[in-house]
């Protein structure tokens, strides 16, 4: 069968996808995934399919990773990032599907789900954080996390109502374009298409996110999605050096984050691994360092892959993304999470919640004394590590690319039975 998988975000978004393609790649399928250009090379190496989508991933995330970027302005820093591209960007995507016999893809309002509806094509869905209405969390993104369960509820509401209104300014006219009945507004999740119910898969594990017995049965929750090939990586001679002559470093990195002053954000964090007295590994991944120097104390390194290099840190401190908190907690290490937006909230107060590590610092907030702090509660505190190592342990006997492709498979063939 030909599968086409669309994925709009960064290395969090797309690198679940690869390894989601390639277990279905295995089973005989004909991959191909659509997303930005830079990560081509991260799916084709995988043997699948590339399909490249306008837009600049870099400024994406810059205005979806604001200071402040939280419910409606969250969604204003959406409608920034895309209003240039917007008619290259369905273009694309519609593009992309044009001889595609399924569709999975990630959360990108009804677009997706409208393509489908184009090419009357399956679609499933697939989440990284929370979007279906719970009154255990509010929905991903949305403002005032600790107002409780009446406020959870609402938000989905209020957040569905807005996300429709953003989709009736950019989707109406491509809908009529193609045939289709303009969507009406809405305040919950719409899964229909074609008559059909589109189901919906989390890459999440239950063990930090118990499934709500409110979600409906067309709602999977397949565990994380992670790599269980093993990694081959070789570290060069420095950092070999590095982590054989001291106790083991705490890992601090913020993958694709690139938004506010990173420079200040680095320059904060150094202070405080100086003032904390800990051995650190800092990584700048997508953003660029200026003026670093090495020490005892101190390496840094651009982007290196977490499967090798959790088996050498203490601890670890990120932005809280979904796939970098699942490998984190899945090589049992203690965890801080310095969120800067998203769905990174969430993630860092389940990690809180679940005691993997101490209280969650929004960036924004982050001042050298609070970091240093955290730092040593982080690696002084046996119970982080206690936990964190049983939860690691279950987690990894999770296998969610292989749940996840088989619920695919299945509700592929009952969508072409009905």
């Not at 690869?18 to 005989?28: D, K, Q, S």
């Not at 930005?36 to 989508?53: D, H, N, W």
């Not at 979007?131 to 929905?139: A, E, G, H, L």
């Not at 101490?358 to 982080?384: E, F, W």
Request: proline residues 7%; hydrophobic residues 40%; charged residues 20%.
């Amino acid at each position: 069968m030909k599968i086409t998988m669309v994925t709009i975000g960064s290395t969090g978004d797309v690198r679940p996808y690869a390894l989601l393609g390639r277990e279905l790649h295995r089973r005989g399928h004909e991959v191909t995934v659509a997303a930005f250009a830079p990560f081509e090379e991260m799916v084709t190496k995988e043997g699948l399919r590339f399909y490249p989508i306008s837009g600049d991933v870099v400024d994406l995330m810059s205005h979806l990773m604001k200071p402040g970027a939280v419910g409606l302005s969250y969604l204003q820093e959406v409608e920034a990032a895309i209003a240039n591209v917007a008619p290259l960007l369905l273009r694309d995507i519609t593009d992309a599907f044009a001889d595609a016999e399924a569709m999975v893809c990630n959360f990108f309002g009804t677009t997706f789900y409208s393509v489908a509806e184009k090419y009357d094509i399956p679609c499933v869905q697939t989440h990284f954080f929370p979007m279906d209405p719970t009154p255990d969390m509010p929905i991903s993104s949305a403002p005032f996390p600790e107002l409780g369960r009446w406020w959870n509820r609402l938000s989905y509401r209020v957040g569905y109502l807005l996300l429709s209104l953003l989709e009736k300014r950019y989707l109406t006219d491509w809908r009529r374009q193609h045939g289709l009945n303009v969507r009406c507004l809405r305040t919950k999740p719409d899964y229909s298409c074609n008559g059909h119910r589109i189901p919906a898969i989390y890459a999440v594990s239950p063990l930090l996110m118990p499934r709500p017995a409110s979600w409906d049965e067309h709602i999977h929750m397949s565990g994380f999605w992670w790599d269980e090939s093993p990694c081959d990586y070789q570290p060069d001679q420095a950092l070999t050096d590095f982590l054989q002559r001291g106790e083991k470093p705490v890992y601090i990195g913020f993958g694709s984050m690139v938004s506010g002053d990173m420079d200040r954000t680095f320059q904060l964090v150094e202070e405080a691994v100086q003032q904390s007295g800990v051995r650190a590994i800092i990584a700048s991944c997508w953003a660029q360092e200026k003026g670093t120097t090495d020490s005892e104390r101190v390496i840094h390194v651009k982007d290196l892959p977490h499967d090798w290099l959790f088996r050498h840190v203490a601890a670890a401190v990120h932005h809280g993304g979904a796939g970098t908190t699942a490998s984190s907690l899945r090589a049992g290490l203690p965890t801080l999470v310095i969120p800067f937006g998203g769905d990174q909230p969430f993630w860092g107060s389940r990690v809180h919640k679940a005691g993997c590590g101490p209280k969650p610092i929004p960036r924004d907030q982050l001042t050298v004394g609070q970091l240093s702090a955290a730092l040593r509660d982080l690696v002084d505190n046996p119970a982080y590590a206690q936990t964190a190592a049983e939860i690691g342990q279950k987690m990894r006997q999770e296998h969610g690319v292989m749940v996840a492709a088989d619920i695919i498979e299945r509700e592929i063939a009952i969508w072409n039975m009905s």
